[in-house]
């Protein structure tokens, strides 16, 4: 054994001596790559913690189905009658808005606390940070499957019938769990430096709740109102919604969410890349 | 052949208190100049812990990191496994690392024996597929029984270490890291677990770890490293190096820093 320094390797495995961006990156694409190649650690440990949370109770997750599924009813029947809507059509619509919010406007608050609440495992062991991103994005689909009981008995109930259009829904989703992960990239090392973002971010969502159309529709706004077309919520809501409803969104939501999904990636991915190695001490 | 080169690695290790935590401090901080600041410095507290820090092992090394506590042993074992990234200086490990720190890691206590070994294994890199088929090996090292299909939460402590240790030594990493606990821990299940724990660092191709117990590092190291303040105050045979970390602490006198 010596002390000498005269060896190096040109293949360094995490300090490669280049332009620190460009390191940077790597080791992101590093991180990610064997993050998801650790997929039955992070579905393992998704499936773990859902059923930790809800280990003493008889309904388990589907509590949260339950209250939803009662608070859609509720209120469809409510809104129905203020609103003078038709309730065949505006529940059905009130429903799919409600589960999609619960997964969009959940996931956004929730990634805050990706990295706080992992904060010993990140200080004893060595995982892919993305590891724990993917375990995150993986729950909210957990959770949002178990939501996704209500729709199916609302469509039936309603007699909604899934046509071609419905076939959307999978590229719209997909577009949405991109942009949940590129959320945990963004707010959860944000917060893990500083913990008033999730505050933050809690009463912002909260806003956006009630500024996206979920209780009231887009076609209920004056025709004056263009400003609907600068919530990006909207645009992602129309996208995930109309398919569930046998109805197509239109181009123009497709390409904002599309353009907004690729400038927040870019984003998240250059932000992650920045601060990942700041991660460990800041949790 | 596991290698670990270490070259002028600096940690810094920044303290926050709440008010550097705050996004709002830190915007109105900026904003007003830093003239209404609460504290002068808010949020730039930082302790070196690693200072100036080169090594290279060779497969084949038994290393033993002395010193007091705070010395700087638990951070530079965390830079090697990959936890911390250093604030100055390179790091290049090749080699599959294994990192035991805390023995008692990613255990639930709600779960049962079977499930925390799945759980521990898959943690310490082990597949689903991988561990399920270890899983008889390793509940018979345990020695636990029928008290594998218990909850975590109903064992004794000597029970739940037996249950971690026979899970974190049945992989075969080429390098491996232990800090503390381990010598620190139950010395009668040491006892029994010394040749199980013989085989398991026989196996590495690399060893580091950092104890309090000399006894221990005598028996498992050739090396030992003596840190002081994050540096290298002594590297050379083990027996020597302890004989002089002992002797400084026994003359009560910590060196000038």
């Known amino acids: 054994m010596t002390m000498s320094l005269d060896k190096f390797h040109s293949d360094a495995e995490r300090y490669v001596p280049k332009s620190p961006l460009w390191q940077n990156l790597r080791s992101t694409f590093i991180d990610i790559g064997?993050?998801?190649?650790?997929?039955?650690?992070?579905?393992?440990?998704?499936?773990?913690?859902?059923?930790?949370?809800y280990s003493r109770s008889v309904l388990g997750p589907f509590w949260l189905t339950l209250s939803m599924g009662v608070l859609v009813g509720t209120l469809g029947v409510l809104y129905a009658e203020i609103f003078k809507m038709d309730i065949s059509s505006y529940l059905p619509f009130l429903a799919v808005g409600f589960i999609m919010w619960g997964l969009i406007g959940g996931a956004i608050t929730s990634s805050c606390t990706v990295f706080s609440i992992a904060a010993n495992s990140i200080r004893q062991i060595r995982l892919p940070l993305s590891v724990y991103m993917l375990q995150f994005v993986w729950m909210q689909f957990i959770t949002f499957a178990h939501n996704f009981v209500i729709y199916i008995i609302v469509a039936i109930l309603f007699g909604i019938v899934p046509n071609a259009y419905s076939l959307l829904e999978i590229p719209a989703i997909f577009l949405v769990a991109l942009n949940i992960l590129f959320c945990a990239m963004l707010l959860g090392p944000l917060s893990a430096r500083f913990r008033d973002i999730p505050m933050i971010?809690?009463?912002l969502v909260q806003i956006a709740f009630f500024v996206t159309p979920i209780l009231w529709s887009a076609g209920q706004m004056p025709k004056r109102a263009h400003f609907l077309g600068l919530n990006p919520f909207y645009h992602f809501m129309e996208i995930v919604r109309q398919p569930l409803l046998g109805q197509v969104a239109t181009w123009n939501n497709w390409i904002i969410s599309i353009a907004i999904t690729a400038v927040f990636g870019v984003i998240a991915t250059l932000f992650f890349s920045h601060c990942r190695g700041r991660i460990a001490y800041w949790v | 052949m596991a290698e670990i080169l270490v070259e002028s690695v600096t940690v810094d290790i920044p303290i926050f208190d709440a008010s550097s935590r705050s996004l709002k401090n830190n915007v109105l901080a900026a904003a007003t100049g830093g003239q209404i600041r609460p504290r002068q410095g808010t949020g730039k507290i930082s302790v070196r812990a690693v200072d100036n820090f080169s090594l290279h092992l060779e497969h084949g090394s038994r290393l033993g990191l002395v010193g007091h506590n705070g010395a700087g042993k638990s951070t530079i074992l965390r830079v090697l496994a990959g936890i911390y990234e250093p604030t100055f200086g390179r790091v290049h490990?090749?080699?599959?690392?294994?990192?035991?720190?805390?023995?008692?890691?990613?255990?639930?206590?709600e779960a049962t024996g079977w499930e925390n070994i799945i759980?521990?294994?898959?943690?310490?890199?082990?597949?689903?597929?991988?561990?399920?088929?270890k899983l008889?090996?390793?509940?018979?090292?345990?020695?636990?029984?029928?008290?594998?299909?218990?909850?975590?939460?109903?064992?004794?402590?000597?029970?739940?270490?037996?249950?971690?240790?026979a899970v974190s030594t049945s992989i075969t990493p080429?390098?491996?890291?232990?800090?503390?606990?381990?010598?620190?821990?139950?010395?009668a299940f040491l006892a029994q677990a010394r040749e199980r724990m013989q085989t398991f660092v026989g196996e590495a191709g690399l060893l580091v770890i950092a104890s309090h117990s000399n006894a221990l590092l005598k028996r498992w190291c050739e090396t030992g490293l003596w840190m002081e303040h994050g540096q290298i105050r002594m590297f050379g045979e083990i027996e020597e190096v302890i004989e002089a970390y002992q002797e400084n602490a026994e003359a009560g006198a910590p060196a000038a820093a």
């Open chain 2, 93 to 109: 490990v090749e080699g599959e690392v294994a990192a035991i720190f805390d023995i008692g890691f990613g255990m639930d206590p």
């Open chain 1, 201 to 203: 971010i809690g009463s």
């Open chain 2, 136 to 165: 008889d090996e390793i509940g018979a090292l345990t020695g636990l029984g029928e008290f594998l299909d218990m909850p975590l939460r109903t064992y004794s402590s000597g029970m739940a270490t037996r249950l971690a240790f």
């Open chain 2, 119 to 133: 759980l521990r294994g898959m943690l310490l890199g082990y597949s689903r597929r991988e561990i399920e088929a």
């Open chain 1, 34 to 53: 064997r993050g998801l190649s650790r997929y039955d650690l992070w579905i393992y440990l998704g499936w773990r913690e859902i059923r930790k949370h």
């Open chain 2, 174 to 187: 080429e390098i491996l890291l232990i800090d503390e606990g381990i010598g620190a821990g139950d010395a």
